[in-house]
């Protein structure tokens, strides 16, 4: 049984581009989280999409922007990239709203230069 | 400020001693989730307790959960090297199901 998919794992890009980050489910799970984790901190919540909507946003600007497919499937876009922006995003999945646990992915590392 | 304040946030002891973790809050949680991350790996999943009291025990680790649901703690007992890794105390706020807030998390190093 496959886990939460992210790809790709690794990313570099420039200051000021754009940058689209992928993430598959784990089975049997509707609704997916989006974490950024600088180094040596824990994950920051980013947003939550469950049903097509963005159900709850952390704080983080509108530069972070994100979409869930009837698949489930989720995609994380991030515009105008700073240089801060540069961190572990994570991907987490989970069914019943995440009370009892969340499934992470292996995350993708943004270096922003 | 961090909502959940984990304790300590570096730990390194020798193979075979025990260790405890603590994780703190001023808020009320509806659950909470321990997870361990290893370098250049999402956080998985170690155990999650619900009811304020509540005590679970996985093998050499004990998980508990503060009767008013504000506090935790994860004791390993005879910690071994596979033990090492980064400790994250996460939770749903009560009231808030949608959103996991984490601890800073407590890097634990287990010496052969």
């Known amino acids: 049984d496959a886990g939460v998919t992210q790809s790709p794992t690794h990313l570099i890009k420039t200051r000021g581009q754009q940058v689209t980050l992928r993430c598959s489910p784990k089975s049997g799970h509707d609704t997916v989280s989006w974490y950024q984790q600088a180094l040596g901190q824990g994950p920051q919540f980013i947003f939550q999409y469950y049903e097509e909507e963005e159900r709850q946003r952390g704080n983080f600007p509108d530069r972070f922007s994100g979409h869930q497919f009837p698949n489930y499937s989720s995609e994380l876009n991030v515009n105008a990239l700073l240089l801060g922006d540069s961190a572990l995003y994570l991907c987490?999945?989970?069914?019943?709203?995440?009370?009892?646990?969340?499934?992470f992915g292996s995350g993708t590392r943004l270096t922003v230069v | 400020t961090q909502l959940l304040e984990q304790s300590p946030q570096f730990l390194s002891i020798q193979e075979g001693e025990n260790l405890t973790v603590y994780c703190n809050s001023s808020?009320?949680?509806?659950?909470l989730q321990w997870y361990r991350q290893e370098p250049g790996e999402g956080p998985v999943l170690l155990v999650t307790?619900?009811?304020?009291?509540e005590v679970k025990k996985l093998k050499r680790l004990t998980f508990q959960f503060g009767d008013a649901r504000k506090d935790s703690s994860l004791h390993i007992t005879a910690a071994q090297p596979g033990d090492t890794g980064l400790y994250l105390c996460a939770g749903p706020r009560y009231g808030n199901d949608y959103k996991l807030s984490f601890g800073a998390g407590t890097t634990v190093t287990v010496r052969a």
């Open positions: 307790v619900v009811t304020g009291g």
């Open positions: 987490a999945s989970s069914s019943v709203r995440g009370v009892l646990g969340y499934t």
């Open positions: 808020s009320v949680f509806s659950s």
